[in-house]
């Protein structure tokens, strides 16, 4: 093939070499070969089309921010490296806070061969031949293989099986990333094997720090340059000199619409620098368009944050209860999921102490059937003001419990014959039904013989005002006499003391 070299327009160079390459990267390799003048690498191409969190990430553990507890000097982590080698880990935390950046520098400082996956895009015949090829550089070198696996919980069970064998013969050290919950989306055969460490989102100081350190890299003369050595070098006193827009406020700003984020909060900075916007308002409400909600109805965060708003109720705390049920409904949560767990909090947490909650709660739930967003949101705040404010009493809740626990000690207990069934004469000759008392024949209160005999003075459902079982805790009701009752003391106090002396 021959490429008219007095032709210095790439894209004509494509269009000349494209029959004759197999793939973009000999496409590439050519153009950088035959074209004068061009002296651009493959390898830089990539590194300039990245995003600025990819061509920021950290090159050693002294420039990682964040997650003290597994960097620091005498953390678990790099004393089990030190030791005898990581083993097998699982990286459980949110999106963003430096899951594979530690990845990749653990297998950088073990000396190991790594290879990075993302369960997204592969599949068991992707993983396979890599086992093939750690188990011969083994035999041949002595030197260990990391396989890093992100997203890990989104191989199925029988895909994580894949690895045991592996493991357990120590031919591959597994590093998986993950954002969800690893007891409930980690095979246990697979957990059971690997040491799961918990990274925290980043704080807005460890977001900041991230922030001044990566413009202070692209306002020098190399864009991809070095980090400087300590982050007290790169605290910014002033805006940068290249970049006189980002300002002081504008990085903290961004570190705090990234909700402990390091990506996004790199995203944001990114869109700060190519902003020709003088004003630092105008920019600032241009970035807090561009932050999307992060919420993810099937992850741990949901369940927090239901967990939260039923907790709140249950607390007898209304604004706390408004916020979270706020958070959710922003966040696109579905009103009718919030209801279902109001109607469960009408019946255990505020039970036979307000027998209209209950109904008001089913009510609700019919009006979001019907009506839906945005209008339902004021029925469903409607009924979290009524639950969080109406007495509790978990009586029915707990006798319920006592009467499985008593259910489940013994299944094949006898109906007492008297409770029975009697429609046809077989079973009357039987004595089913016999001695029982029809109650409203009678003008005065008559007793029958409910329970079976095993159980007959058992007691499930305690009085009104009966307090036994109940916990006190003197230094706990302290902190609510100052937090939420103004100072003053307490007065069912008395109550609970008279009742326990009685």
Not at 60 to 84: A, C, N
Not at 85 to 110: E, Q
């Amino acid at each position: 093939m021959r490429i008219n070299h007095a032709s210095t327009c790439p894209l004509r160079l494509l269009v000349q070499a494209r029959p004759y390459l197999q793939s973009r990267s000999e496409l590439c390799l050519n153009i950088c070969r035959e074209a004068p003048g061009v002296n651009v690498t493959v390898s830089s191409r990539l590194q300039t089309v990245a995003p600025l969190a990819e061509r920021l990430r950290p090159s050693s553990l002294d420039e990682f921010v964040g997650q003290t507890h597994l960097t620091g000097p005498d953390s678990l982590l790099l004393s089990l490296s030190r030791e005898s080698g990581t083993g097998s880990l699982i990286f459980w935390g949110p999106p963003g806070c430096g899951k594979t950046t530690l990845a990749r520098l653990m297998a950088k400082r073990s000396n190991a061969a790594f290879k990075e996956l993302s369960a997204t895009v592969v599949g068991i015949n992707d993983v396979r031949p890599i086992f093939e090829e750690a188990k011969n550089l083994l035999q041949l070198t002595g030197r260990r293989t990391i396989i890093f696996l992100d997203e890990i919980h989104r191989f199925t069970r029988s895909q994580q099986d894949v690895f045991l064998p592996y493991l357990e013969q120590g031919l591959v050290q597994l590093i998986g990333a993950t954002t969800e919950n690893p007891s409930f989306k980690i095979n246990g055969a697979l957990l059971s094997r690997c040491r799961v460490f918990v990274l925290e989102r980043l704080t807005d100081d460890e977001l900041l720090e991230v922030l001044t350190r990566a413009l202070d890299r692209v306002s020098s003369s190399d864009p991809v340059g070095e980090l400087p050595s300590t982050p007290e070098d790169t605290r910014l006193s002033g805006p940068s000199s290249r970049y006189p827009h980002v300002t002081y406020r504008i990085l903290k700003s961004i570190a705090s619409l990234s909700a402990g984020d390091a990506r996004t909060a790199l995203s944001l900075l990114e869109l700060a620098l190519v902003s020709h916007s003088s004003s630092e308002d105008v920019l600032l409400g241009a970035l807090r368009k561009s932050v999307s909600t992060s919420y993810d109805r099937t992850g741990d965060d949901r369940y927090d944050l239901i967990s939260a708003l039923h907790k709140s109720v249950r607390g007898s705390q209304p604004s706390a209860a408004l916020y979270w049920l706020a958070r959710m409904l922003e966040a696109g949560e579905d009103p009718v999921y919030i209801c279902r767990r109001m109607v469960v909090c009408a019946s255990e947490d505020v039970g036979l102490a307000d027998n209209h909650a209950l109904p008001l709660a089913t009510a609700v739930m019919q009006a979001c059937q019907q009506i839906g967003m945005p209008e339902c949101r004021i029925n469903l705040a409607h009924l979290v003001c009524y639950l969080a404010e109406a007495p509790k009493s978990t009586r029915s809740y707990e006798a319920y419990n006592l009467a499985v626990d008593a259910a489940r000690q013994d299944m094949t207990l006898p109906v007492p014959l008297g409770m029975r069934n009697a429609p046809t004469r077989m079973m009357k000759e039987m004595g089913y039904s016999e001695g029982y008392r029809y109650n409203p024949d009678y003008a005065h209160p008559v007793t029958n013989e409910y329970l079976p005999e095993k159980l007959h003075d058992k007691v499930f459902l305690r009085s009104a005002g009966d307090l036994s079982g109940k916990e006190w805790d003197g230094e706990a009701l302290r902190a609510w006499e100052q937090n939420e009752n103004g100072g003053v003391t307490w007065q069912g106090g008395e109550i609970v003391s008279g009742g326990a002396d009685s």
